[in-house]
């Protein structure tokens, strides 16, 4: 190495770079590249700058090697192609190194523009170019020779086509918000088809803070759960559609959905793959949800997660997922989770997750990258799955912060949350001016229905229990409904309904301290007025009488519903966390 240093210190950088290149080019008897090599080849290239045709072009040769795809340049040099079997990149250059166009052209289809591709290569942020190629890569992500490539193309773009049939069925408008209504009440949420070599996705949910972020800052990132729907290897044939699987004009059972053509010979084909849904991002699922959705795909989905089927109990994967942290890990040492959240006018509440509490088998889940599926009908009902495991994770996401318990912060309010049923759990937290403990019990029926019941030692106010079912729905927040609860509760005369024996065991009085990172604790919540609409809620075993509401996301008023509980009745009423955003709009109970 010294020998080499002192052959070619006095050479300019651009001549040993083509030195290496030329090297690289040669055939070696061994075929298997030199690791070393590739990795001073992609620092080299990666400390030029790009000011010349031959430097874009060098740069894009290096990238579709990485992504195992062919390029070459056009005869005249003005272009260079990437290739792969069933689609090829032309990027069309300009003296200077820079990039006129990029056009994506798929398998049977003309070129076509892609703006944000060549935006990043303008801009020459080459890394994000090449994961926006892996991900139109993964269109075609299965084995076999191109013949068994080009059917498995064509059975994807008969599913899309199918799934466009689905979304666009007629349907009764339920909310003002168009696009709020078609993904939270659509039959498969908002789809955004196939465009720019971009793979067909789905808007599946989208949670209170959202809706307000949107109409707060309006396009400004894509926001909510999503779902690219792709294709994937698999070690065994699955009989996959090789043409339209509903009828001209469709005809809708009882629930609303298509009647589809069943899977023939003539109009499937057995290939070694199957259909995904890309969630983006990934979704902390409990275990009983992957066993529901085995159960709708027929035994097709075989979960992988990095966890492991055995499953880790879903509030520390809610908070794993938040933070993003790459190097998180779950702490397994047998200790509660503390947390602290803030609120406005500098209120603290503390939240703790017992640690042998949440290891039940029925709160253990995995973190869920894709669902795997075969028939356009499995979408709609994993989809409703997908949107009820959203709806759990933002109400625990609620009580979780980025930072754990540290002793000497008073809180004003402590609260445990502890596990009951599937889908339930319980906040049991201290009263105003008083020793004793109450109990609010959650329980999430779908992903249009949460339902609250208060439990107290004294005389039952079932108004309270309306009254929480509708904060809670309204904002998805558990620390902003319960600071409506304690105030509403405060108003009311007698005091005496006060409670004194607890109803749970709340284990820590000490006080976590660390600031809310969870978009839900961080903005307002909005939803439109007819998410606010009660109606009679069915009997769940909780022990409480008869005559509680829930809010339904799906439903329209019912009749005889409870008046004497308060609503805000006007339109996307805020329930907000830090009322420096809006807080002005705010309802006067819940500031």
Known sequence: MSELYSKYSEKPWSETFQLVRRCMDKTRADTKPCETIKKCMQKLQEALNVTSVNAMVTRLE????????????????????LTADLFYLEVLLLPGGGVEDVKVAQHGEAPESNVSLLQLLRMKRFEEFSVKLDDL??????????????KV??????????????????????ESNVHVDMVLNGRIGSVMSCREGNPMSIQYYISPSDVLMEMLCPGESSRGQVAMVVVGASGTTHRLQMESLIPTPPQVDSV???????????????????????????????????HKMSQITEGVVNVTPETGLQGEPI?????????????????????DAHFLKTLPDTELQSYVFGDAEWKCDSWKGALIHTVPFTHPAHVPALLEL?????????????????????????????????????????????????????????????????????????????SLDDYASRVLTRCLSIPITMRAIRKRMASMRPPACLISEPASVLKAESSPST????????????????????????????????????????????????????????????????????ASSLPAELI
Not at 137 to 150: C, E, H, Q, R
Not at 315 to 335: T, V
Not at 418 to 440: G, N, Q, T
């Open 386 to 462: 997908l949107r009820h495991q959203s709806v759990i994770n933002i109400l625990l996401a609620s009580c979780i912060s980025s930072h754990e318990h540290q002793p000497g912060i008073a809180c004003d309010l402590n609260c445990e949350i502890l596990p009951e049923s599937d889908c339930s759990f319980s906040v049991a937290f201290s009263l105003l001016d008083s020793d004793s403990l109450a109990v609010l019990m959650v329980s999430v029926v779908d992903c249009r229905q949460v339902q609250c019941r208060l439990l107290t030692g004294g005389l039952v106010d079932h």
């Open 515 to 582: 600031t809310p990172h969870h978009a839900v604790d961080s903005v307002p919540a909005t939803i439109p007025t007819a998410l606010l609409s009660p109606e009679p809620m069915e009997e769940d075993g909780l022990p409480s009488p008869p005559g509680h509401y829930v809010m339904s996301v799906a439903a329209a008023p019912a009749v005889d519903v409870n008046t004497d509980a308060v609503a805000n009745p006007s339109p996307c009423a805020s329930v907000g966390v830090y009322s420096h955003w809006v």
């Open 315 to 335: 509030f520390q994967l809610i908070k794993q997922a938040g933070l993003e942290e790459k190097n998180y890990k779950m702490s397994g040492d047998g200790k």
């Open 62 to 81: 290096m990238i579709a090697k990485q992504r195992g795809l062919g390029s070459h340049r056009s005869p005249t040099e003005t272009a260079c192609y």
């Open 153 to 174: 193309y064509t059975s994807l773009q008969h599913l899309q086509k199918d799934l466009l049939k689905i979304s666009n069925l007629p349907r009764r408008l339920i």
């Open 256 to 290: 609303g959905l298509p009647v589809f053509r069943p899977l023939s010979e003539a109009s499937s084909e057995l290939l070694p793959a199957f259909f995904l849904l890309k969630l983006q991002p990934p979704l902390p699922t409990l275990n009983s949800f992957i």
């Open 137 to 150: 890569a993964s269109l075609y992500n299965v084995p076999g020779d191109s013949d068994t490539k080009i």
